[in-house]
């Protein structure tokens, strides 16, 4: 059975004290005290990642934990993943690469590296539980620990067949089409809640072709206000603040309807001005993966293995977009609109016909978006570390 919303919330904040004392002791005395009854927290089970961002020497930290349950939790385990003060750097790598995961899809090279450093621990753990005693599985984690908790957690379900309950908060996006497809399934959709913020910067990035996981059924939408993603929604004290006191399905409840296909249509083809907002970026991702799919069509692995080898991910966006031009007409017209509309939300000269598009100038446009998004990201979340906010 999955824990409540405002449990794995606070597991998901409680773990930065590995990051918030001056010694692990400290740490250790502060979660004790606080879960003196349901958890033991040591060196045994005390998580070490290698992480650190682009142009940062990669060092050994208190990452997560792997624990065992008792009192109201026997027979559960949970495996803890902290965020970092280091996201952005991950984030915002313009050069962002894959790597496959445990199910050979791909993923965010830095969010796996960080679990792979873990997985000889983890694995220790997961072969030592005692058979037959253990009911529920379940992954925590807030930012960049949302990553790595998803990373985890598909391990979990193709390594040893369980179907975890994965629990995120703010979560950045981890894998492409077909990683998001094999995670969904094979822990299955009920199983996974992602928790965000509407205004929450973080859960809008790594930039496309990246999605989130789940990609069908549920996640679990957390008003906040204004129309300008930032990081002040992104501290796990919001996310806290925001589940109290509310059930899994009660939050569910919140989530905005679902963007179709024909809401897609009907977004690419206005003529109306753009600008950073929410809704904007929202469409936005819906319609590029839209439109991807339209220039694959019968072919759609490739939105998902060809970014494996080679290239940039943005080299391979602006070759599958290039090819969509010299497809069917309807195909190219899609295309066409797409750019015109991230030329209009950019501030640039919008290319009328598909004569007017090169592979080079798809290739500028995508990489001014991304570095626009990036250098909000960045503004955003080190504005929320000034404010001693944790992400």
Request: hydrophobic share 40%; charged share 15%.
């Amino acid at each position: 059975m999955e824990i409540t919303p405002l449990q794995a919330a606070s597991l998901a904040q409680d773990v930065y004290a590995l990051s918030q004392y001056n010694n692990l002791g400290d740490s250790f005395i502060f979660l004790n005290n606080k879960y003196r009854n349901t958890f033991n927290f040591d060196n045994n089970n005390l998580l070490k990642a290698k992480t650190g961002g682009p142009g940062l020497i990669k060092c050994r930290t208190a990452f997560g934990f792997t624990l065992v349950g008792k009192g109201q939790f026997e027979g559960h385990i949970f495996l803890l993943f902290r965020g970092t003060q280091y996201l952005a750097d991950w984030l915002t790598n313009l050069n962002a690469t894959v790597s496959r995961s445990a199910c050979g899809k791909p993923v965010h090279d830095g969010f796996n590296d960080a679990f792979k450093s873990m997985r000889p621990k983890l694995t220790e753990f997961m072969n030592a539980l005692p058979k037959g005693k253990i009911t529920s599985i379940h992954c925590i984690g807030h930012s960049l620990g949302g990553a790595v908790a998803t990373v985890c957690a598909d391990w979990i379900a193709n390594t040893y067949g369980k179907h975890p309950y994965l629990y995120t908060f703010g979560s950045p996006r981890v894998g492409l089409v077909g990683f998001a497809d094999s995670c969904t399934k094979s822990i299955g959709n009920a199983n996974i809640f992602r928790a965000y913020h509407k205004t929450d910067v973080v859960p809008f990035v790594p930039v496309w072709p990246f999605i989130h996981t789940p990609n069908r059924g549920r996640d679990y939408y957390l008003p906040s206000p204004g129309l300008i993603p930032g990081g002040e929604y992104h501290s796990m004290d919001r996310y806290v603040q925001s589940v109290r006191g509310s059930a899994w399905m009660a939050l569910a409840g919140l989530r905005p309807e679902a963007i179709t296909d024909s809401g897609i249509i009907r977004w690419l083809k206005q003529d109306t001005p753009l600008s950073m907002t929410v809704t904007t970026l929202e469409w936005l991702s819906h319609a590029i993966i839209y439109v991807l799919k339209k220039c694959t069509e019968g072919v759609e692995w490739l939105i998902s293995d060809a970014f494996t080898n080679g290239f940039t991910l943005l080299d391979k966006l602006a070759y599958i977009l290039s090819k969509g031009l010299k497809l069917a007409e309807t195909i190219s017209n899609w295309v066409v609109l797409l750019m015109r509309r991230i030329m209009r939300l950019l501030g640039h000269k919008e290319i009328l016909d598909a004569a007017d598009l090169t592979r080079a100038i798809i290739h500028t446009t995508l990489l001014n978006l991304q570095t626009t998004l990036n250098r909000y990201v960045t503004t955003a979340l080190n504005q929320a570390m000034v404010n001693g906010r944790a992400i």
